[in-house]
């Protein structure tokens, strides 16, 4: 009888293994800015883990920004403290691709031979892709959008239900609510911190950042002038203030600013602190050239790190379901971010009625088809070239220099940062 029983166990036991019952696998996963992502990713990995309970979703201590998520991944590669899959910054992609730290996901899409029909255009796929890399799955995207105060229109005449469609209207009404007083401000344009919004003002052009060659500066041409113009303009006709990045936050909340134009990326956030403070409105970013015009893609993807074939296959279902159909409808209605995935943006069983619903997340789904890569530049003084901009961008905002002079010393001082090809 013992020996019956010893039989069926070890029976039960190889049929279980067979199946993969007892073969969890687990994966260490890092993502950066928990305050927009957390509750994200804490829904994600729950759904993931129901549908696929041999692998376990193990969250490592989160970054507090794209930046310092990149430089954890970068000190901690070949490392036993890497995690298995981290989400870089859509603009750092191509440290970790160039560096071979990132597991290329060509093989892996090639197997699967199916990813349109699950959501994953070419154009997606481009998003995350350098060279001949797959880097990653984009998986939270974003573009600029106009916030707007529509209390503040109507105190100054303007139409709240016809928002500005170019920059002339947009200075023309940001003029008016600058003389409002009572600590009332104008325009909270976000070009700290990053290249991103100054991007927003040279792809919105039809201006590129480098040569096609990536040997020469190109955002000193005139689609470049224009831009650092336009941000000129912003100040001296329309008044805008020199704010850090949270005190325009705060101030735009409160409904002390007219308009805020920033990442689609934060718009949960904004709707949540605003309440009801104010009627709060959004509409697309004008572009300096509708025609030629382009925008950035901002957030993140996906990216595998580890080289372990086991952990591999776990990792890319795990990637392929954060950056699916479900995962977007779970980051669309959490943040404000646009749709990564094209099943999610058109099925009723994820976003399609969401959008009917929330009108005030509109403005980046109908400038998808505005949306190229967020430029991310070569070398290993990317960073530097960013902080570079940025600090030119100062100049300007801050009235310490001309847009010609800015524009000169920007061009020649991240040239020098560029790579000796």
Request: proline letters at 7%.
């Amino acid at each position: 009888m013992t020996r019956t029983k010893t039989i069926l166990a070890g029976l039960a036991l190889a049929a279980s293994l067979a199946s993969g019952a007892l073969a969890e696998t687990t994966l260490n996963v890092h993502y950066p800015m928990p305050g927009f992502f957390k509750d994200v990713m804490d829904r994600i990995s729950k759904k993931f883990m129901e549908e696929h309970p041999e692998i376990k979703i193990n969250f490592v201590s989160p970054s507090p920004t794209y930046e310092e998520g990149l430089q954890l991944i970068l000190r901690q590669a070949g490392t036993v403290e890497m995690p298995d899959v981290t989400f870089i910054g859509l603009n750092r992609l191509r440290v970790v691709a160039e560096r071979k730290i990132s597991v290329d996901l060509n093989p892996f899409i090639a197997k699967d031979g199916d990813m349109v029909e699950q959501g994953f255009s070419e154009n997606i796929l481009k998003l995350a892709q350098f060279g001949d890399q797959q880097a990653g799955l984009a998986f939270a995207t974003s573009n600029p959008i106009m916030y707007y105060n529509a209390d503040l229109f109507r105190r100054v005449g303007a139409d709240p239900d016809a928002p500005p469609k170019t920059w002339d209207e947009v200075i023309a009404i940001a003029s008016k609510i600058k003389d409002l007083g009572d600590g009332i401000q104008s325009i909270d344009f976000r070009w700290q911190g990053d290249d991103w919004m100054f991007s927003a003002l040279l792809f919105g052009a039809g201006g590129t950042m480098l040569t096609p060659d990536e040997k020469k500066v190109a955002f000193d041409g005139p689609e470049g002038l224009a831009a650092i113009r336009l941000l000129d303009r912003m100040v001296k006709e329309g008044g805008m203030p020199v704010l850090t990045k949270s005190n325009g936050e705060q101030a735009f909340v409160a409904g002390k600013i007219g308009f805020a134009f920033q990442t689609t990326g934060a718009l949960r956030n904004v709707i949540n602190n605003v309440g009801e403070k104010f009627d709060l409105r959004t509409a697309p970013i004008p572009l300096l050239s509708p025609e030629k015009g382009r925008l950035p893609t901002g957030g993140n993807a996906a990216v595998m790190l580890t080289k372990d074939p086991a952990k591999q296959e776990a990792a890319w279902t795990f990637i392929k379901f954060a950056a699916g159909p479900y995962g977007a409808s779970v980051v669309v209605p959490g943040t404000g971010y646009v749709p990564n995935n094209e099943l999610a943006a058109k099925s009723s069983e994820y976003l399609g009625e969401f959008y009917q619903k929330n009108p005030l997340f509109k403005a980046g789904l109908e400038q998808m088809p505005k949306m190229i890569p967020w430029y991310a530049f070569p070398g290993s003084n990317g960073v530097k070239v960013t902080q570079t901009i940025v600090d030119n961008l100062s100049r300007v905002v801050e009235q310490k220099a001309t847009p010609e002079e800015t524009l000169a010393d920007a061009a020649r001082e991240v040239q020098r940062l560029l790579p000796r090809k």
